[in-house]
């Protein structure tokens, strides 16, 4: 297989972290024989910095002619006190919407010897495997009008039925290919974008018999997701909410530092990124856990390339050196064996 | 001092524990000299069931011609599949925009009795001593237009600057009687109302020198109420993210059965509700924990009447009964002295 990828460093621990993955990618290419080429492109504080655009022209173009995009992380002080249109994480929303990347799924899993590193209690988390699908591309985020003045200010909730049908869709058929189970959630008690989310979600049941529904709320879900979160395989959820409870997801199991994400649309191109930021106060350290991005590069070559095997192995190898008590500085915790995040690459790569 | 007090125990669990709060209330009024005159009104699913009415108009006379209101609990399933205006939420929707009650308080403090039923760590929860202040009359709850079709839904987030300055100051007012810390949460990297929102607690700051305030992003907020909870005095936000994070906030430290609300007005007029819900599955068996109703009569007291001293034995008394080891069937554990929702109250009464 023959695949190009662009690939955008961004900001902070971003360029270390896409090197690490960019390098087990490269391994896997050579074990299984495919050749990926790789194209670099500005995102974030970096492209403003060097174009005055959170997401520039060429980067755009970049992207449109690769099959794949992987992210480092975008975001800093250095740029919080800009104007809106030149925040980094503009590029993000931007590069969502342009490619209308609108299935956001981010998985969490208890991986065991990272456990102690969580604030819950080892058996409400040690079974957690979950997935969260987030609609990415529509409702507050998008909706028109969005104005501010001083007296006021205002953003539009809008789902259109094309909208919920493709994200419920694809959904119902990741509950299908793990344990069956969907979680719908919303706050249909209130919001008339809930009550046609859960109609939506309702007609579609038919299509998968074999996949169990539940329609949850938001508030009780983002209590759910604490006292019992082993309960939930898929959760699907608009926009903000998932925005919210997928952050919530990820600090449950002590992993946040390692979960990858994938943000894809119905063709399977897609942009896979780390969940955790760009963590500016640890960058250039050599300490930052590459773990979430070579993560995300398994889900690249899984979902956007099919090669599931190949994202199976990245997986197992990362486990592996997590098993073998190796971690870099930013997860290390008394006892454990510290290295750099070269080094940690190393390992994952012998793996 | 002589106060009318409007009583609406509601549905499912909601009238046992009205009755265990209002035993409280007339000892305490007893002990202390005052005079409350109760009177009991309809809302809800009972409501309904009465007058096909969530919030009957005379449920509302009986509400102005008082200084407070106490609220048992709202909902069950016999009512889940009623049209919109005929769900028993719809009652607690209607009166808290009716009296313009647009404070919603939500204090969590950690009870060290209860600590055990936490699903965290006990060292990330034992110093838990938070107030989330939610906006509940504004956002998207009840912002125009809000629409459905088949093939499309829509809500507005809404809010004026008078709103969010009114729900600031009280939050600030609440942050300097307590630990002097604000975190105001927005999505200000993403919502025209949140930057609205974030510009107006800046200005404020200047009025309260002795308040140190944070903006947080609700995302990042909802993992740090699970991995630092510790870390939080008073919380403001606006009425969705407050609906979200106070259910977060609610279960961290085990104690969700025992946790009371105010949701009150400029004129100290306040609805004091238990936070749990109506429980139908265990209505009717006198196994309920009747604390978090006590400890709303407690707030209505010191908010509502100003009787510090007598909320403040409130309190105490409840924690007292705690400490000693009672429990009622629904907070039970292996070991605890197991009472009747009746016997409970009467041990608090006692201290
Ligand atoms: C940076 C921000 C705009 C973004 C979002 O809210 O979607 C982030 O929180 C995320 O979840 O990827
Ligand atoms: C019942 C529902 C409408 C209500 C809300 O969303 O405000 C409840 O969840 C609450 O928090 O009091």
């Known amino acids: 297989m023959e695949k190009k990828i662009t690939v955008l460093p961004g900001d902070g621990i971003g360029p270390e972290v896409v090197a690490s993955a960019v390098s087990v990618l490269q391994s896997v290419g050579k074990r299984y024989h495919h050749t990926f080429h790789i194209a670099y492109g500005a995102i974030g504080g970096s492209a403003i910095d060097q174009h005055n655009d959170p997401l520039p022209q060429e980067t755009i173009a970049l992207c449109e002619q690769s099959d794949a995009i992987l992210l480092g992380a975008v975001g800093g002080p250095k740029w919080d006190q800009n104007p809106a249109e030149l925040r980094p994480e503009k590029g993000l929303l931007r590069i969502r919407k342009h490619f209308d990347l609108f299935s956001n799924l ?139 409870l997928s952050d919530e997801a990820s600090v449950i199991t002590g992993s946040l530092g390692v979960l990858p994400s994938a943000s894809i649309r119905s063709d399977n191109f897609g942009l896979y990124e780390p969940v955790h930021g760009s963590a500016p106060e640890i960058a250039g350290l050599g300490i930052a856990n590459p773990a979430a991005t070579i993560l995300s590069v398994a889900m690249m070559l899984k979902y956007s390339f099919g090669l599931n095997e190949e994202a199976a192995e990245i997986e197992r190898a990362v486990a592996a050196v997590f098993e073998d008590g190796y971690f870099t500085g930013d997860l290390a915790t008394p006892g454990s064996r510290v290295l750099t995040t070269a080094e940690w690459t190393e390992k994952v790569i012998n793996e």
Chains 1, 2 share one sequence.
């Open 106 to 244: 981010r998985p969490v899993q208890a991986i065991p010897s990272l456990l102690k590193a969580s604030p819950l209690k080892e058996d409400i988390v040690k079974d957690v495997d979950l997935l969260i699908v987030r609609e990415l591309t529509g409702g507050l985020y998008f909706g028109e009008p969005r104005q501010r003045t001083e007296k006021a200010a205002l953003d539009t909730l809008v789902y259109t039925r094309f909208e919920i049908e493709r994200i419920v869709d694809s959904a119902f058929q990741l509950a299908r290919v793990r344990r069956g189970k969907l979680t719908s959630v919303d706050k249909a008690n209130v919001l008339e974008s809930s009550r046609l989310w859960r109609q939506i979600v309702d007609e579609k049941k038919a299509g998968y018999p074999d996949v169990e529904v539940e329609h949850s709320l938001v508030d009780s879900t983002a209590m759910k997701l604490i006292t019992n979160p082993a309960a939930y395989d898929v959760v699907v959820t608009e926009n903000m909410f998932g925005d919210i």
